[in-house]
């Protein structure tokens, strides 16, 4: 029977912690959607990441980062078009139409599959995954087990910081109630979300 990899837990826990309580795609779509839609509406949103996320990060530690390693240019190529997106996204944040009578009732937030999907091309989340599995695993016969149980501790860590950062929005949902500090809150969000796609530039 393998020994599960407590040492591995140990060690990348404050990683995963650091990479998920900080701001980033997922965290800046959860806040957005709290102060828009508030926290019960954005559960499926919630959900979508909590699962998603360790799931990419167990395929990813069980085969895609070996794609990457024998063909680098599919990731730099992945890289930037994930770039692309997550600026298109912030356009898209900071133009979005403020949200009051009937666009309001109509307006949905993000569904479990539309959050899940959203993964694969969240370029933070890549970097994480990525970093994590090369960082914190050993090739060795027990190398399933070390990444599911870095996808078991990022499962844990995303719910922890998704659930945070719902709440911070669905707060400040009670404060942005003129259009004018809701229009200044998506700028921010938008500002935010460019923010943190530097980093993947220096991965």
């Known amino acids: ?15 995963l912690a650091s990479m998920g309580f900080t701001p980033g795609p997922n965290n800046i779509l959860v806040a957005s959607s709290g102060v828009n839609f508030g926290f019960r509406a954005t559960m499926p949103h919630i959900l979508g990441v909590t699962f998603g996320y360790p799931l990419m990060l167990l395929l990813v530690g069980e085969g895609t ?26 356009w898209r944040i900071a133009c979005a139409p403020i949200m009051t009578g009937e666009s309001r ?20 989340g890549w970097v994480v995954a990525l970093s994590a599995v ?35 929005g669905a707060v400040l949902r009670q404060y942005l109630r003129s259009d004018r500090h809701r229009r200044w809150f998506n700028y ?11 980093p993947v530039f220096f991965e």
Do not use: D
């Not at 993000?110 to 933070?124: D, V």
């Not at 914190?136 to 922890?160: D, I, K």
């Not at 921010?188 to 530097?198: P, Q």
């Open 1 to 15: 029977m393998q020994a599960f990899p407590l040492g591995l837990i140990i060690t990348s826990l404050p990683f």
């Open 65 to 90: 980062a070996k794609i990457f390693t024998e063909v680098p240019q599919v990731h730099n190529a992945l890289k930037y078009l994930c770039i692309a997106y997550l600026m298109y996204l912030a």
């Open 105 to 124: 009732r109509t307006a949905k937030p993000l569904t479990f599959l539309q959050a899940a999907a959203f993964q694969w091309i969240n370029g933070k």
């Open 134 to 168: 090369a960082t914190y695993t050993v090739v060795n016969a027990t190398l399933t087990l070390q990444v599911l149980a870095l996808a078991a501790l990022a499962l844990l860590v995303t719910l922890a910081s998704v659930t945070c950062w719902t709440l911070f």
């Open 188 to 198: 921010s969000m938008a500002a935010l979300l460019l923010v943190s796609i530097v």
